[in-house]
């Protein structure tokens, strides 16, 4: 069973930085493509960034595009976000999913295993 798990979230003040990993436990890992999703209180699960296998292309929702930088490592299993200039509006919960597919997918449902996410805080 391949499992995913995020690290890195925290509390951050505005303007401020972190940065997501997400390690995938599959010996396939660069033939899978990897998405990062939110899901805010009381809001729909939306979103973020992904990036297909072999890292040659990637997309962005239109309001991190600017702000966040999705990457990979496949030597090392993993996923990573960065963000930057970070707004109490990205307050959410961070979630890595990942599509056996390979492909730069922007919809949840075509993910096939899911992490149990990481909380971002943005605050003063």
């Known amino acids: 069973q391949v499992q995913v798990a995020e690290s890195g979230g925290g509390l951050v003040q505005p303007g401020g930085s972190l940065k997501l990993s997400c390690t995938v436990s599959t010996p396939i890992f660069s033939t899978f493509g990897l998405g990062w999703f939110r899901q805010a209180p009381g809001k729909d699960r939306e979103f973020i960034a992904t990036?297909?296998?072999?890292?040659?292309?990637?997309f962005y929702a239109d309001s991190v595009k600017g702000r966040f930088i999705i990457s990979r490592d496949d030597t090392k299993h993993a996923g990573y976000l960065q963000l930057n200039n970070l707004k109490p509006e990205d307050t959410a919960i961070y979630y890595c999913?990942?599509?056996?597919?390979?492909?730069?997918?922007?919809?949840?449902?075509?993910?096939?295993?899911w992490g149990q996410g990481t909380q971002v805080t943005v605050s003063s």
């Open positions: 990036i297909r296998r072999g890292a040659n292309r990637s």
């Open positions: 999913a990942a599509n056996q597919d390979g492909e730069d997918y922007l919809y949840a449902g075509a993910y096939d295993f």
